[in-house]
């Protein structure tokens, strides 16, 4: 049996009985931004799938989801391997390790073709993304997952994910309240999350089991359209929601680079 309760900006659930996944000590006292920190340890890591969709340009595009593995080290994120088949002509597949990355498409373009022999692209990884979020949920930072979830404004139990029962938290975080958690944060090309967009709003749910570990995490906002190149400014703002499933919380994960001879370094393909 849990008892669930709101202690200021942390919330902390008593678990008596273990329960699927990964195991929890009976009567520990444990929060969701906690247990994910104990699974960020080396050689392990967790399953995703993400689905986002965007409006701008005047509608609504729903994109094809993005599945991977990311992997942990002492207390981070420290490299991704993920298929993303909305890239390319039929997809490509993105490995991130530390401060490097490589690309290789599923169906290479014969109008661009690499050097014979080579099937991946290195390059220095400023594309690469070490993160476990939805949209400003960001669930490997415990400073602003704590901050999301002391507005929750609802519970309720849910559906199993990932084999494990899941009770839904609930409830919306201003730009001005994230920015508190997460300084140094920008919305649309450039803004600050102050002033008039301030009182802008991140809608949020996080489902999460027993063990405290968040099996979904679903996020709807809009951002400010703010760039100055003319050619975007069919909207005032842009509107998106990511919806993302994880699975799969300490399995072993080991990451590598493809082999050097299959690999170029996208600096050999810039004329």
Known sequence: MMKRRMVATV??????????GPAVQADAVVD?????????????GV?????????????????????GVVGFGKGKIVATDMKDLNLGLQGTRNICIGKRGYESYVKPDPEDPLPPGKTWVSHDGRMCQFVLKSGFVDLADPTTLRAVLATT??????????GVRTTLYQGTITFAQLSKAKPGMRIGFRSKPTGKYGTWKVSWRLWIGRDQLVRRAWSSWREPNDSRDRSFDYDPYYAFVEDLR???????VHIVPP???ETVPVEELID
């Open 259 to 261: 082999p050097a001879d």
């Open 153 to 162: 404004t609802g519970t309720r139990p849910a559906g199993v994910y990932d």
């Open 11 to 20: 919330l902390m659930v008593a678990v008596s009985t273990a329960t699927a």
């Open 32 to 44: 969701p931004a906690s247990a994910i920190q104990r699974q960020l340890v080396p050689g392990h």
């Open 47 to 67: 399953k995703i799938v993400q689905r986002d969709r965007t409006y701008w340009f005047g509608g609504w595009s729903t994109l094809k989801p993005v599945r």
């Open 246 to 252: 994880l699975s799969d919380w300490g399995m072993k």
